[in-house]
């Protein structure tokens, strides 16, 4: 049978602050009129981020009410985009990359060095002291210094080798503060020390 309608969105306790209901009709208003259905991501976040780090079907349904949608779409953005997290994590959540550069470069031993650091079994876990989560995604867009994890949505740490991914996690479980960025001493993506040269080199 063919469903045509939806229910409609019950968002029980859950409402935006009165600083995230702001901000959250400052990013409806970036998008024509009628078009208020664009900014579900950012609301999605903005609930996220208010709810401690994950969202459940409350939170779906607040943000589905906010933006006259039907709570299914919202559930389909939640569900497909990696920065929305529908259950719990660890403290630091680690996203480790495996598309196709941090994959030729060594991502399947940097995940496999994570887990066991965390003391994880599986992708998606979170180890017993409830401070890691270590998650397997898509493309992260730092392909020039693959392999990479981000912590955190927030801190890259790129140029990764096994040894250099654990001592981050170990640096996160003493409570240090770990310098995102490469590991392996060059500032961005620049070319490594021994190869770099310029048009003029090249020129004579």
């Not at 029980?12 to 009165?18: R, S």
């Not at 400052?26 to 664009?38: K, L, V």
């Not at 920065?83 to 060594?106: D, K, Y």
């Not at 479980?173 to 070319?191: A, D, H, I, Y």
Request: glycine share 10%.
């Amino acid at each position: 049978m063919k469903v045509t309608s939806y229910r409609k969105p019950d968002s029980g306790g859950f409402a935006f602050t009165a600083e995230n209901e702001a901000q959250a009709d400052a990013y409806i208003a970036r998008y024509p009129e009628g078009r208020q259905a664009s900014a579900v991501l950012w609301l999605l976040y903005l609930a996220q981020d208010q709810n401690g780090g994950s969202i459940g079907q409350e939170q779906i349904d607040y943000v589905a009410a906010y933006l006259g949608m039907a709570p299914i779409r919202v559930h389909e953005v939640a569900s497909f985009f990696t920065m929305i997290n529908e259950r719990a994590l660890g403290r630091h959540h680690i996203q480790v990359c495996r598309t196709t550069s941090c994959w030729l470069r060594g991502s399947d031993e940097i995940g496999k060095a994570c887990l066991e650091e965390a003391g994880i079994e599986t992708f998606g876990g979170t180890s017993g002291d409830g401070l890691f989560t270590v998650s397997e995604v898509e493309c992260l867009g730092a392909c020039a210094n693959a392999p990479m994890f981000q912590v955190n949505d927030r801190d890259y740490h790129e140029d990764l080798t096994p040894e250099t991914a654990r001592a981050v996690i170990r640096a996160l479980r003493e409570g240090g503060t770990v310098e995102s960025g490469s590991k392996s001493g060059r500032v961005s993506s620049e070319p490594p020390a021994d190869s770099r040269r310029t048009l003029l080199a090249d020129a004579g």
